[in-house]
């Protein structure tokens, strides 16, 4: 192939050498004699017609049987036409002056130029000719005293053999490159054979006109034609159905026109088609036919239908981005969109906003209806966030009961705030499903871009610190981020650390609020309240790290503790003194509750009777039935149980219905209402009184604070009091005090 290029450029070798002559005659005549001349121009002619007869022939040759002999005899025909054009220089150095010979340099030098360029892609003889003309410039010039001339003429042939040793290797590059293309080409034309014989899929070819031609069975088999009646008919008709008479294509169409017309190869190219009345999804792949002048003759390719495949994969892809239950986009989904708009907001310079939503007491409906109910309930949440969106938000579900929004344009300081609020009111009004009027809430938390976050990550984790906020603050809020927050978020991280140390570091103790019989105010019990005196954090207020330990599962371990060390502080009491000990829903969903309860009062001694644990109706909303044989195995032990915090959750009348409490504790909430004069209070708390005699248990006021409060109760009823006013929580030697003082009052 490097030699076979040679004959293609033996006319511009040949020009290039007359002209060279013509100008090296033009600028010697006057000091070489024409006769010498005349016998150098003879010689020349001989020698550039002999190389013309060598690259005449190997142009002629395989290149699979050149040998190396060839090369060689056409690299001497080379030197020997070098040699001619170095006779110049050896009669300028005898017959001209300094400045003749330079001259004459300059002119022999176009020759190993115009070789490196016409014959480079054979290297060899074009370093012949640079090697031979270079080295009698260098010798001739130096005789003359031109030694700036011959350190030029070294630099010179350096960059031209530089340059011809690029040009052969781009050359040799580009020749190989080519040889593969063809034998790739001959593997496909193999396998384009082999499957139109096998019949995998089909085989199509059209015209430079873009009809059909030799349309194989298959082929139209899939246009629903015979392949008579395919033949010689436009292929983009047969494909477009209706669009082509409407000129309403599908992209897709209008794309394979396009590459057909600038008769560009593809591969894999979905097309959309109307086959009769139905509408299939294409894959093609095509490359242009040329005959051997290498003239564009149509189109090969192949095709198969994909449509079951594309709609598997449309599918997918639904599934990836959308959330099966609501149908909104999911967090992969919102995570792309929000990217795209803090993208926006950084080109534009404007601000986006995310916004993370949370439905308060969902998880209570969940676990007490079932999830069937809560999945009902969950779509027709979504169903409202749908009717708040407009065109510059995208709501999506980001799971569970977790929600978020991603504002494109939050600009207005103000629009963020309304939307929250928006929300929050649409949210909180009742929901009926399936014959359940529900009643949940939305907390909010927000944050903007890129003032908030400057990657969708911190975006998001800093619009869920918000979150956690307004979560704090009781639900049905919205916050916005703060930096504080992360301080917030540090600290609760360090007071989790802390907790799960508490108990080993013996930091936690208990302490005990009297109880009271309403008539005689003699204590009858003690409620264990417990307190934490961390060494890294002093004293942490109950309502700080009681939910954190419930969220942690902490709650379990601690709660054993506390029934334990409660238990054996009793025991060391008169009877019958009772202790009242809180538990945690998490505790009594632990199976092994009973055995703990066993455990504490084998090691204190106490009698069952004596131990009454306090619960809350949120116990029966995680799982109503496990609690329920939880606590009904405590009672079969002979312990008691009060429902604590009476009227403030749901459906307390079912729950005692189906539990036999001993004490039902009024909340704080409702006593202080009396007080104050509530007729809804006081209506509640005589109503309680009276439930609670006609079912035989005993009831007990809570958060009484005065001398007026107590009288109040005790005449609404109460059987017993607990409030500050018959004592604040004290340590364990201060309650035993209360004994001995008691028995003096009555002694």
């Known amino acids: 192939m490097q030699y076979a290029r040679l004959g293609e450029i033996t006319k511009l070798r040949v020009v290039s050498h007359i002209v060279t002559a013509l100008l090296l005659v033009g600028a010697t005549w006057m000091f070489i004699p024409w006769l010498w001349l005349a016998g150098w121009a003879g010689g020349l002619a001989l020698a550039v017609v002999h190389l013309t007869m060598r690259d005449v022939e190997l142009t002629r040759l395989d290149g699979r049987t050149l040998e190396r002999a060839d090369a060689i005899k056409h690299a001497k ?4 036409v070098a040699a001619v054009w170095a006779v110049p220089l050896l009669l300028a150095t005898m017959a001209g002056t300094p400045a003749d010979i330079v001259r004459v340099w300059a002119i022999v030098m176009i020759v190993p130029l115009v070789a490196a360029i016409t014959i480079g892609t054979a290297p060899l003889g074009a370093f012949a000719c ?52 063809a034998e790739r080409n001959e593997v496909v034309s193999l396998l384009l054979r082999e499957f139109e014989e096998n019949e995998a899929d089909w085989l199509w070819q059209v015209d430079t006109t873009r009809k059909v031609r030799s349309a194989s069975p298959r082929f139209a088999f899939a246009l629903g034609l015979e392949p008579e009646e395919a033949e010689g008919k436009p292929f983009l008709q047969l494909i477009a159905g209706k669009a082509w008479d409407t000129g309403q294509f599908p992209t897709s169409l209008h794309d394979l026109a396009e590459r057909l017309k600038r008769r560009e190869s593809f591969s894999n190219l979905l097309v959309k088609v109307t086959i009769g009345s139905e509408n299939r999804w294409w894959e093609l792949s095509g490359t242009p036919i040329l005959d051997e002048k290498g003239q564009h003759v149509g189109f090969r390719g192949v095709g198969s239908d994909v449509t079951e495949q594309r709609e598997s994969s449309e599918k997918i892809a639904y599934l990836a981005r959308y959330d099966t239950l609501t149908e909104m986009p999911n967090r992969l989904m919102l995570n792309e969109a929000l990217g795209e708009a803090m993208r926006y907001a950084r080109q534009w310079r404007s601000r986006c906003a995310f916004l993370m939503i949370d439905l308060d007491r969902f998880k209570s409906v969940n676990d007490s209806l079932g999830h069937l109910v809560g999945d009902r309930l969950l779509a027709q949440v979504s169903a409202r966030l749908k009717e708040l969106m407009t065109e510059n938000e995208m709501c999506g579900r980001l799971g569970g009961d977790e929600f978020a929004i991603v504002i494109r344009d939050a600009s207005d300081r103000g629009h963020v705030e309304q939307v929250a609020r928006r929300i929050i009111h649409r949210l909180s009004q009742p929901y009926e499903v399936d014959h359940h ?80 019989d309403a008539n005689t105010e ?22 700080k790290f009681i939910p954190l330990a419930e969220e942690t599962r902490l709650i379990v ?22 202790v ?30 004596r131990l009454e644990l306090e619960v809350t109706e949120s116990i029966f909303l995680r799982d109503a039935n496990v609690a ?4 009904e195995e405590v009672m079969a032990l002979g312990c008691q149980v009060a429902l604590d915090d009476f009227g403030t959750g749901y459906s307390s009348l079912g729950y005692l219905r189906k539990l036999r409490f001993s004490t039902i504790k009024v909340d704080r909430s409702f006593v202080q209402g009396a007080a104050q004069g509530s007729n809804e209070s006081v209506a509640i708390i005589r109503a309680v009184v009276a439930m609670a005699d006609s079912l035989e248990m005993t009831t007990t006021a809570e958060g009484v604070e005065n001398a007026e409060e107590a009288k109040m109760i005790r005449e609404m009823g109460c059987t017993k009091i607990q409030g500050y006013y018959f004592g ?3 340590p364990s030697r201060e309650a035993r005090a209360l004994f001995d003082r008691q028995d003096r009052m009555i002694a």
Request: hydrophobic share 45%.
């Open 77 to 80: 025909g080379a030197s020997i």
């Open 130 to 181: 640079l090697i031979v003309i270079c080295l009698t410039g260098l010798v001739t010039l130096t005789i003359a005293g031109q030694y700036a001339v011959a350190a030029s003429a070294i630099w010179i042939g350096g960059l031209i053999g530089f340059g011809l040793i690029t040009r052969a290797q781009s050359f040799l590059r580009g020749a190989v490159a080519e040889a593969g293309m």
């Open 437 to 516: 009027t529900l009643y949940v809430g939305a907390s909010v938390g927000s944050a903007v871009a890129p003032r908030d976050g400057k990657s969708v990550e911190e975006l998001m984790r800093n619009a869920d610190l918000a979150l956690y906020r307004a979560k704090d603050l009781g639900g049905t809020e919205h916050c916005s981020y703060e930096p504080s927050l992360h301080k917030s978020a540090e600290e609760r991280r360090q007071l989790e650390f802390s907790l799960r140390q508490a108990l080993d570091n013996n930091e936690m103790l208990l302490h005990f609020q009297p109880v009271v």
């Open 522 to 543: 003699t204590i009858v019990s003690f409620e264990a309240l417990l307190r934490w005196d961390s060494k890294e954090h002093g004293f942490v207020s109950p309502v």
């Open 557 to 578: 371990p601690i709660g054993a503790w506390v029934l334990e060390q409660a238990c054996i502080e009793a025991a060391g009491w008169p009877a019958p003194i009772k």
């Open 580 to 609: 009242n000990v809180n538990v945690s829903p998490e505790q009594l969903v632990e199976p092994d509750f009973a055995a703990t309860v066993v455990r504490a009062l084998s090691v204190s001694g106490l009698e069952p009777s």
């Open 628 to 631: 329920r044989g939880a606590l």
């Open 728 to 730: 604040r929580p004290m």
